[in-house]
């Protein structure tokens, strides 16, 4: 066999690099002389291997694609998302003691009023100190009732300030309650809380007298005509009468409730909690204001606690009287109520008095009642 046929004829089952190293020797031994050709060894004869095709796939017999194992799909967690947090807001530290808030609630339901003790007895009538609750309060006062037969119109008579350290419940607006107990008026003296003996409880602005007086005035109306202290009353006549300190009370009440037909202001306090609260500090050499220093309330917070920003909500009939000589609250102030309640088409009456100081004495005093009987008698009965 000659050897470039034997070259030419590698085996198929050689691997590739078997095959390079062959081609390679069959270069370097074709160049060989014929003696050097006998030398070689004469290789064993093979079957010439026959081809074998490469396996194609034929265009009928496509191959069923082996489908790959595919994971299950998971549900991308997603994040649920957290409520945006809302400041929370800020409760109105001022809320309780507007002429809205006293409006909105309601008074009375509590308790009744009771007679704990008779203080005398006079032709004309009998005083006894009385009770009521107010707030979870025990409010003390004093009631004349007239010894004439019922029903009789009801007159909550307001005091002015007295230091409570001083007060005693037959205080110097007796007088006024017992001429009007003459002329034939049931009156309730209300002593307030912080004055004793009544409780102590939270007076803020002075808001927490007049919730004394709205309490008083539902009792008047839960109570009058029935079998009890209020059996003379007759609880679709009630009138106001306040004095000073007592008069701002009084003017709150008529800014909150309908349920009061006709009111007597005397040398009254402002309807404006700011220029009450700076004349307070005037009069007591700043020992007492309605705050404390350096926790005055925002103006619109005193916008709206301030009775004087509500005056078209009254609607009784208004009895002012002050004296030109009054040292302790200004008569501009009486003079102003008279004109914004005018203006705004309400039945008010007004009176000055030329030679009288805050409390009327004389003739003066005299005067003063004449009027508010005559006042009281036309509007009350």
Same mark, same amino acid.
């Given at each position: 066999?000659?050897?470039?046929?034997?070259?030419?004829?590698?085996?198929?089952?050689?691997?590739?690099?078997?095959?390079?190293?062959?081609?390679?020797?069959?270069?370097?031994?074709?160049?060989?002389?014929?003696?050097?050709?006998?030398?070689?060894?004469? $290789?064993?004869? !093979?079957? #010439?291997? /026959?081809? &074998? %095709? @490469?396996?194609?796939?034929? +265009? =009928?017999?496509?191959?069923? *694609?082996?489908?790959? $194992?595919?994971? !299950?799909? #998971?549900? /991308?967690? &997603? %994040? @649920?998302?957290?409520?945006? +947090? =809302?400041?929370?807001?800020? *409760?109105?530290?001022?809320?309780?003691? !507007?002429?809205?808030?006293?409006?909105?609630? @309601?008074?009375?339901?509590?308790?009744?009023?009771?007679?704990?003790?008779?203080?005398?007895?006079?032709?004309?009538?009998?005083?006894?100190?009385?009770?009521?609750?107010?707030?979870?309060?025990?409010?003390?006062?004093?009631?004349?009732?007239?010894?004439?037969?019922?029903?009789?119109?009801?007159?909550?008579?307001?005091?002015?300030?007295?230091?409570?350290?001083?007060?005693?419940?037959?205080?110097?607006?007796?007088?006024?309650?017992?001429?009007?107990?003459?002329?034939?008026?049931?009156?309730?003296?209300?002593?307030?809380?912080?004055?004793?003996?009544?409780?102590?409880?939270?007076?803020?602005?002075?808001?927490?007298?007049?919730?004394?007086?709205?309490?008083?005035?539902?009792?008047?109306?839960?109570?009058?005509?029935?079998?009890?202290?209020?059996?003379?009353?007759?609880?679709?006549?009630?009138?106001?009468?306040?004095?000073?300190?007592?008069?701002?009370?009084?003017?709150?009440?008529?800014?909150?409730?309908?349920?009061?037909?006709?009111?007597?202001?005397?040398?009254?306090?402002?309807?404006?909690?700011?220029?009450?609260?700076?004349?307070?500090?005037?009069?007591?050499?700043?020992?007492?204001?309605?705050?404390?220093?350096?926790?005055?309330?925002?103006?619109?917070?005193?916008?709206?606690?301030?009775?004087?920003?509500?005056?078209?909500?009254?609607?009784?009939?208004?009895?002012?009287?002050?004296?030109?000589?009054?040292?302790?609250?200004?008569?501009?102030?009486?003079?102003?109520?008279?004109?914004?309640?005018?203006?705004?088409?309400?039945?008010?009456?007004?009176?000055?008095?030329?030679?009288?100081?805050?409390?009327?004495?004389?003739?003066?005093?005299?005067?003063?009642?004449?009027?508010?009987?005559?006042?009281?008698?036309?509007?009350?009965?």
């Amino acid at each position: 066999m000659n050897l470039a046929k034997a070259c030419a004829k590698p085996l198929l089952l050689l691997l590739l690099v078997g095959a390079a190293l062959l081609a390679a020797g069959c270069t370097a031994t074709g160049a060989a002389t014929p003696a050097a050709q006998a030398e070689l060894p004469v $290789p064993t004869p !093979t079957a #010439t291997p /026959t081809a &074998t %095709a @490469t396996p194609t796939l034929s +265009p =009928t017999d496509t191959a069923t *694609p082996t489908s790959s $194992p595919t994971a !299950t799909p #998971t549900a /991308t967690p &997603t %994040a @649920t998302p957290s409520p945006t +947090p =809302t400041a929370t807001p800020t *409760p109105d530290p001022y809320a309780a003691f !507007t002429v809205d808030s006293l409006a909105a609630r @309601t008074y009375g339901g509590e308790g009744e009023l009771q007679i704990e003790q008779v203080l005398g007895v006079t032709a004309a009538f009998t005083r006894t100190l009385i009770t009521y609750p107010s707030d979870g309060l025990t409010i003390y006062g004093f009631m004349n009732t007239p010894k004439a037969p019922g029903p009789l119109p009801v007159v909550l008579v307001l005091h002015g300030y007295v230091d409570p350290a001083r007060y005693n419940t037959l205080t110097y607006t007796t007088r006024y309650a017992d001429a009007l107990a003459r002329a034939g008026y049931l009156v309730i003296h209300p002593n307030f809380r912080n004055w004793p003996p009544s409780d102590s409880g939270p007076e803020n602005f002075r808001v927490g007298q007049a919730v004394d007086v709205l309490h008083l005035i539902a009792l008047v109306q839960e109570q009058g005509g029935r079998p009890g202290p209020l059996a003379k009353a007759n609880p679709a006549r009630i009138g106001l009468w306040g004095h000073s300190m007592g008069g701002g009370i009084a003017l709150r009440v008529l800014t909150v409730s309908d349920d009061v037909d006709a009111a007597v202001l005397y040398g009254s306090m402002s309807g404006d909690e700011a220029l009450n609260h700076r004349r307070i500090l005037f009069f007591t050499n700043g020992a007492r204001g309605l705050w404390a220093e350096g926790e005055e309330p925002p103006a619109e917070a005193l916008q709206r606690i301030s009775p004087i920003n509500y005056l078209e909500r009254i609607a009784a009939a208004v009895s002012i009287h002050h004296g030109a000589l009054d040292e302790q609250v200004p008569l501009a102030w009486s003079e102003d109520l008279c004109r914004r309640l005018e203006d705004l088409g309400k039945a008010v009456e007004c009176f000055v008095y030329p030679d009288q100081p805050h409390t009327f004495v004389g003739e003066g005093d005299q005067l003063f009642m004449q009027r508010v009987r005559a006042f009281f008698d036309r509007t009350l009965k």
